[in-house]
T-cell receptor, first 112, second 112 residues
Framework: DAGVIQSPRHEVTEMGQEVTLRCKPI?????LFWYRQTMMRGLELLIY????????DSGMPEDRFSAKMPNASFSTLKIQPSEPRDSAVYFC??????????FGSGTQLSVL | GEDVEQSLFLSVREGDSSVINCTYT??????LYWYKQEPGAGLQLLTY?????DMKQDQRLTVLLNKKDKHLSLRIADTQTGDSAIYFC????????????FGKGTSLLVTP
C-alpha cells in the first residue's frame, strides 16, 4: 500500500481564496482524521470520520472550514475564504485500530 | 480536553542516551503512544505501551509509565544523528479512543 496520500504538498494562495486539501486514506481503514500543525498550537485535531460519517468536528475552527468524505477512499478539507492565520501544515491520517494512525506527508498551506 | 505536556527541546551527543518526558491529565487512557516526526514528513508511530504495564522495551527504545504520577517517558539508547526529529507523546481522547491528543512535541537534536 502507498500509505496515506495527500495533495497538494504545498499550496500558496491569497487571502480570500478558496483552498481545497485532498486525502486518500489507506485502503481498509475506516477512520480518517484531519489535523492542523502550527508552531504555536502544536497538532490540533480538526475533525474525524468513521465509515465516511463525521463523528467529531468540534476542532474545526469556524464556519470557513468544512470537510467531506464522499466515499471510503477520498476526503477533502475546504477553507473558504482563506485567511493568513490559516497558514499551517494540514495532516490527514487514517486508522484501522485505536491509536495506531498512519499519517500522510501533509499539505503546507501559506495564505498571503 | 486532556492536557499533554512535553518539554520542547532536547540536545544530546551521539552515543548518549536520550530521555523525553511527558505528563498527561486523563487517567483513563488504556494505551499511550510515542510518535516521531522527521522534517517535512508526517508523524510515524514509534511505540506504545498498555496502561497496565510500567515498562516496555523495543530494541533501543524503552518506554516507562508511572500511572500514579501520570508520567510517560521515552528513552533512546545509543542515540544516533538519524534520531534527530520531533517526538510526540499522545493519549486517547476521552470522548473517543480513536482520536488522540498530542503534546506539542520535543525536538531532539543529536550532535556528533
Amino acid at each position: 500500500d502507498a500509505g496515506v496520500i495527500q495533495s497538494p504538498r504545498h499550496e500558496v494562495t491569497e487571502m480570500g481564496q478558496e483552498v481545497t486539501l485532498r486525502c486518500k486514506p489507506i485502503s481498509g481503514h475506516d477512520y480518517l482524521f484531519w489535523y492542523r500543525q502550527t508552531m504555536m498550537r502544536g497538532l490540533e485535531l480538526l475533525i474525524y470520520f468513521n465509515n465516511n460519517v463525521p463523528i467529531d468536528d468540534s476542532g474545526m475552527p469556524e464556519d470557513r472550514f468544512s470537510a467531506k468524505m464522499p466515499n471510503a477512499s477520498f476526503s477533502t478539507l475546504k477553507i473558504q475564504p482563506s485567511e493568513p492565520r490559516d497558514s499551517a501544515v494540514y495532516f490527514c491520517a487514517s486508522s484501522g485500530q485505536p491509536g495506531v494512525k498512519f499519517f500522510g506527508s501533509g499539505t503546507q498551506l501559506s495564505v498571503l | 480536553g486532556e492536557d499533554v505536556e512535553q518539554s520542547l527541546f532536547l540536545s544530546v551527543r551521539e552515543g548518549d542516551s536520550s530521555v523525553i518526558n511527558c505528563t498527561y491529565t486523563d487517567s483513563s487512557s488504556t494505551y499511550l503512544y510515542w510518535y516521531k516526526q522527521e522534517p517535512g514528513a508526517g508523524l510515524q508511530l514509534l511505540t506504545y505501551i498498555f496502561s497496565n504495564m510500567d515498562m516496555k522495551q523495543d530494541q533501543r527504545l524503552t518506554v516507562l509509565l508511572n500511572k500514579k504520577d501520570k508520567h510517560l517517558s521515552l528513552r533512546i539508547a545509543d542515540t544516533q544523528t538519524g534520531d534527530s526529529a520531533i517526538y510526540f507523546c499522545a493519549v486517547p481522547n476521552s470522548n473517543s479512543g480513536y482520536a488522540l491528543n498530542f503534546g506539542k512535541g520535543t525536538s531532539l537534536l543529536v550532535t556528533p
